[in-house]
């Protein structure tokens, strides 16, 4: 894919690093000179522009772009650069990043906003991912709220332990992805059994989480 990032600070860098080792190209987009260091960055196309302005990403070429990703640490610019993203270059998938939580019921479709991704909300899951064993946390929001990744760690007096997981009663809005075991990534299938301390990843709206609660904790 290309990919066209806005903003060019440490986050803006480090997602072009990984995106470049995974075979994409990118281009990184800032307002602030100071900001430009090509060689932090070498394999990454680098442009001197405002992101707020039509005529600096026409320039630039963001209607080529497939992703775009709005990483600037004020929302204010993610949100403009989202919504120009998504209105006047029709880029397929858009992605913002949220950096007061007060702000997150901004990022959403009337903004442009394909997902966005709250660091402080990010943070605060993963804290409640690595201590909470029989509970359901919510480690991310996809399409614009609409479904949320969640994951369940399954506590060592389950009632399913041994049991396969096309016994499992899910709500018809939640979908079990990969079960986490030992250092795996398990892709689930029917007959396969689950264990204690398993960490189950599903894909669910919001509205069936506690059926899922429900299903998986009792």
Do not use: Y
């Not at 026409?58 to 998504?86: F, H, M, R």
């Not at 990043?97 to 990010?122: C, H, K, Q, Y």
């Amino acid at each position: 894919m290309r990919v066209a990032i806005a903003g060019a600070g440490a986050v803006g860098r480090s997602i072009a690093t990984e995106l470049l080792d995974n075979g994409h190209e990118v281009m990184l987009i800032e307002r602030d000179l100071a900001e430009i260091e090509p060689e932090s960055v070498e394999r990454a196309e680098w442009v001197n522009a405002d992101a707020c302005e039509l005529s600096s990403l026409e320039e630039a070429g963001l209607q080529s772009c497939d992703v775009v990703i709005a990483a600037t640490g004020d929302d204010k610019v993610n949100l403009v650069v989202s919504l120009l993203a998504k209105m006047e270059f029709a880029v397929r998938r858009v992605v913002a990043r949220v950096n007061d939580p007060r702000n997150e019921w901004l990022f959403d479709e009337n903004w442009g906003v394909d997902v966005a991704v709250s660091t402080p909300r990010m943070l605060a899951a993963v804290v409640e991912e690595a201590v909470s064993v029989g509970d359901l946390v919510r480690l991310m929001t996809l399409r614009q709220g609409q479904a949320n990744l969640v994951e369940v760690t399954l506590p060592e007096t389950t009632p399913l332990a041994g049991r396969p997981v096309r016994e499992l009663k899910l709500p018809v809005d939640a979908a079990l992805v990969a079960v986490l075991r030992g250092g795996r990534v398990i892709v689930p299938q029917p007959d396969d059994s689950l264990e204690a301390l398993d960490e189950l990843l599903l894909v669910a709206s919001a509205a069936v989480e506690e059926e899922i609660r429900a299903a998986l904790l009792g």
